[in-house]
């Protein structure tokens, strides 16, 4: 290892080790919510107003449960990533670990907790 230069010892490293990874992450959930987005709205639009028996039959149908999902799944996806880059930016140290992985949790249980008020109405 002592006959390695500083050029071969980071080779392939990135700066972090993932951030090409991470950087893709976030381009695929932006685009994926470019499209989701706007299919949301005009699904869910129409029913703003309505009431609870008119939105329960709305979600029964199969495309607008999924449309609903995917961006509830989609969006906190995004969320996580970029509060993450945040968290990255500017904390440090232990405390930089501990809000990751609160974050993480907060993200991934909104999103249960949303895909499961999906599934409720939709079932």
């Not at 006959?3 to 490293?13: I, S, V």
Request: glycine residues 10%; aromatic residues 14%.
């Amino acid at each position: 290892m002592a006959f390695l230069t500083d050029r071969k010892r980071a080779t392939g490293m990135g700066s972090a080790k993932s951030g090409t990874h991470h950087f893709w992450s976030m381009k695929v959930s932006s685009v994926a919510l470019l499209f989701l987005l706007p299919m949301f709205i005009f699904t869910f639009g129409g029913t703003l107003g309505s009431n609870y028996a008119e939105v329960m039959t709305y979600f029964g149908r199969p495309f607008p449960a999924i449309v609903a999902a995917l961006t509830t799944l989609v969006g906190f996806k995004h969320f996580n990533d970029g509060a993450q880059v945040l968290i990255e930016d500017y904390v440090h140290g232990l405390m930089q670990k501990v809000l990751i992985i609160l974050l993480t949790c907060l993200s991934y249980g909104a999103a249960a907790v949303g895909i499961f008020a999906i599934a409720k109405l939709a079932l």
